[in-house]
Each structure stands twice: as structure tokens, then as C-alpha cells.
């Protein structure tokens, strides 16, 4: 739903139809799904790569990592 600022401008809202974030916004979102994603998950292989005492879940989680921030990235950015 679009709102009026003070200023008598409209604002977006990211639910409406048609919004589209500005480039930044767009660049940010990208960056951060694609280091949170091997970050994270890797980290939760290194952790349980730790505890087990193995030495593949690291590659695998920064690999599944990878793999899901772009699948995310896809499926917020991708499609229109």
C-alpha cells in the first residue's frame, strides 16, 4: 500500500505490485545473501566437523551455502 511521507511524496512498500528497489538496495541484498549463506552453513559444517571429528562437512556446508544463497537470490531477485 502506498503511503504520503510529510513532504507529500509517496513511498513505496516492497509488498505492492511493481515496487522496484533501488539499485543499492538490490546490491546490498545480493552481497549479503552470498556471504550469509556459506558463512552460515559452512560454519554449522565446521562446527559439526568439530564434534564428529570429520573433515568433509565444511566443504559440503560452504558448497550447500553457496547453492541455497543463490537459489534465494533467484527466487527474491530473479523472477518478475
Do not use: H
Request: charged content about 15%; glycine content about 16%.
Amino acid at each position: 500500500m502506498s503511503s504520503t511521507n510529510p513532504f507529500g511524496q509517496r513511498s513505496n512498500d516492497e509488498s505492492e505490485p511493481g515496487y522496484r528497489a533501488p539499485q543499492s538496495d538490490l546490491y546490498t541484498g545480493v552481497l549479503s545473501r552470498l556471504l550469509a549463506g556459506p558463512l552460515g552453513i559452512g560454519g554449522l559444517g565446521w562446527a559439526l566437523d568439530r564434534w564428529l571429528g570429520t573433515s568433509f562437512l565444511l566443504p559440503c556446508g560452504i558448497l550447500l551455502g553457496m547453492a541455497l544463497a543463490l537459489y534465494v537470490i533467484w527466487l527474491r531477485y530473479g523472477r518478475s
